[in-house]
């Protein structure tokens, strides 16, 4: 029986965690989201890298016409800008591989830090700018699927 019991316990705990929406680390501060005008934001890059390290068409693979799959790797110097853009019908997981990196977004009142190993969630036409503040190169991974020009 208490075994039973265990298990029921266990299964129970377990359940919601399929449901579960995933947590992001330098995600914006509990409290803060609120619409952020982003007034002054830089719209000329500084001191970064962009270089395309594979995509794929995603018409020939699932039936997506117009639409790539990349991956790209960004290297932002220290004091370096990726300046304000959209994600409006182009989502993106941006991975911190080294460095730190700040985040201005449109949905938030106050800076975002990522930090190596952290994941950015890029959906839902958010606007926002990048900053290097640190001492070292920040190097992303960025994957985004976006309309092919």
């Known amino acids: 029986m208490r075994n039973k019991t265990i298990t029921a316990a266990v299964l129970a705990m377990a359940a919601p965690l399929p449901f579960a929406a995933p ?3 330098g995600d914006c501060m509990s409290g803060q989201e609120m619409p952020n005008a982003l007034s002054g934001a830089p719209t000329t890059p500084k001191d970064v890298t962009d270089t395309v390290i594979g995509s794929i068409d995603l018409n020939s693979e699932i039936g997506v016409a117009g639409r790539l799959l990349r991956t790209r790797r960004l290297v932002v110097q220290p004091g370096g800008i ?9 989502p ?4 911190t591989v080294s460095g730190t990196i700040v985040e201005h977004r449109s949905s938030c009142a106050v800076p975002i830090v990522h930090k190596a190993g ?9 606007s926002h700018w990048w900053q290097n503040e640190g001492t070292e190169p920040a190097v992303l991974l960025s994957s985004d699927v976006f309309k092919q020009p």
Do not use: Q, T
């Open 82 to 90: 990726v300046p304000i853009h959209s994600h409006k019908g182009r």
């Open 118 to 126: 952290d994941i950015a969630r890029e959906a839902d036409g958010i």
């Open 23 to 25: 947590a992001f680390a």
């Open 92 to 95: 993106a997981l941006i991975y």
